[in-house]
């Protein structure tokens, strides 16, 4: 272990006001702070005498192991992850750059994830009470996971009958992924399921919509959008998604009965 530290921070889906006291710290101590730059920009207002690091779309792994690097000789780093950092983020590349570090014997720092909003809840909060049953979160890029891998889970998913949060849904390159799960969870579930399209939550430019599967191809979905995927029991309310967590509703209530009348008890 050294002397410095390393802290994987959640930034969040874009709101600062979504951001931990515990994230703002892990910024407010560090001497460095690494990231995307579009995630730089995002808490710029946070940083004041840091040192930035900016990185480009697809450096993860470059990232990651400078970042543990600077903290390994001995620097306070914070690196900034979109949404939560142990969802579909930095802190698994993080955490196998110490391994490296581990297994040839190099010194590494005392490293810490610090959690932030996930996507899904964030646009689960927009959307209503999508997630109030069991869930399942899947990314649709088949840059690291082949689409057999992917295909499979959200088969399986869709059959028993989760919540669908789909990550990564397109990209400038791929296209065609949403519509092949789109025709997945349709061999187990209604056209009239309920989805929710939430592109950029709690951005300046966010954009929602309730539409069902029947509907999703008529929507514009990009790489900053993610889906939630009714379950069976998934209903509209009032315009807004929900999955009913089963409790009993109460009596409904009859019409008020004043205490002396001839039916009181
Ligand atoms: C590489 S994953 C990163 C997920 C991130 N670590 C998190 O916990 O939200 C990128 C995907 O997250 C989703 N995403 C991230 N931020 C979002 C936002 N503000 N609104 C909607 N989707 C978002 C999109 O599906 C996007 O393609």
Redesign the pocket.
């Known amino acids: 272990m050294t002397a410095g530290r390393l802290f994987v921070v959640?930034i969040g889906?874009?709101e600062l006001a979504l951001l931990t006291d515990q994230a703002r710290a892990a910024l407010r101590q560090a001497e460095v702070v690494l990231g995307y730059r579009a995630y730089l920009e995002q808490v710029a207002e946070l940083l004041g005498r840091q040192r930035l690091e900016p990185f480009e779309l697809g450096e993860e792994v470059a990232r990651a192991e400078r970042a543990v690097q600077l903290a390994a000789e001995g620097a306070t780093v914070a690196l900034v992850?979109?949404?939560?950092?142990g969802?579909?983020?930095m802190a698994s590349p993080v955490w196998e750059a110490v391994e490296r570090r581990l297994a040839s014997g190099r010194p590494v720092p005392a490293t810490e994830v610090v959690p932030?909003v996930?996507?899904?809840l964030?646009?689960a909060a927009l959307l209503g009470a999508p997630l109030g049953a069991d869930w399942a979160a899947i990314?649709l890029s088949d840059l690291l996971t082949p689409w057999e891998v992917i295909a499979r889970r959200v088969e399986l998913a869709a059959a028993a009958d989760f919540v669908l949060a789909l990550?990564?849904?397109t990209s400038s390159r791929r296209r065609w992924q949403i519509e092949r799960a789109r025709g997945l969870i349709l061999g187990h579930r209604r056209p009239e399921t309920p989805v929710g399209v939430?592109?950029?939550?709690?951005?300046p430019d966010q954009e929602l919509l309730v539409t069902n599967l029947a509907g999703l191809p008529d929507t514009s979905i990009d790489?900053?959008?993610?889906l939630i995927v009714g379950a069976a029991s998934t209903r509209l309310v009032a315009g807004r998604l929900v999955t009913p967590r089963g409790y009993r509703p109460p009596p409904a209530a009859g019409p008020e009965r004043s205490v002396d009348s001839p039916g009181s008890p």
Do not use: C, H
């Open positions: 959640g889906p874009g992850s979109s949404g939560d950092a969802v579909f983020g932030g996930t996507a899904a964030a646009a990314s990550y990564n849904p939430v592109r950029r939550a709690f951005r790489m900053t959008t993610v």
